[in-house]
């Protein structure tokens, strides 16, 4: 494999200047060639000379600076836009109702699901997931909606890695939920118990920040203007 590193850097000089996406590889025995990275595959290079001929070799026989360009050019490459893409989904646990002094409660537990897709050819690895999620918790017995509260909870995962075109897929942590509701026969105490009404806690929603390693890869929210009303 390495018979196709040659000492071309002498007379390839002023093709430089022409040829942005060439560059001069060097590996570890000094040998030299012109040429551009097409695509990169955990260690195996898919590299291009510049008399056209294409071979796949390791990035582990270039030099430690050739490496680390490498190793750039395969961040740029995986955080173009549409790299990663994310979508949610609800999940909800088992509803469980009782009664107690005219009351019926239901409650039960719901979270997010965050699938997460890798749309490009190269494995994607060191994937850091943070997110933000809100409910509204309703006030029981509240004669308006707007007497409830919003709740808001953070949470983060790391994913090591998401093979090429594949998905992953994960869980945020759970909100407890509430729904009442009067009995048959039952109205509010209180001179206007009569203009309350039942109760029901609800998602408002999640933001989602995606990270390969320290950088911002991805950014998203439903609905998407939770990201230009809330603060992270």
Known sequence: MNKY???ILPILLPVVAVCSDFR???DKQGRQMLAKINQVSGD???IERSDGLATKVSALIFSPEDQAFIREWTREQILKEGAIEARFSNKESEKVSTSSGGIRSTK???HYEVILKNTTDQEISDIHVEYLMLKFEDKV???KRSEG???RKKGKAHVQRILSRKEIRLSTESFPMLETELEAGYTWGGSEGGKSRDSEDRLEGIWVRVYVGDTLAL???RPQSLMQKEVW
Request: charged share 35%; no cysteine.
């Open 24 to 26: 001069i590889f060097t």
């Open 149 to 151: 509260e919003l709740e």
């Open 219 to 221: 950014e998203k929210a």
């Open 5 to 7: 590193l040659i000492y």
């Open 44 to 46: 195996e290079i898919l």
């Open 141 to 143: 017995g509240a004669k």
């Open 108 to 110: 039960y537990e719901v």
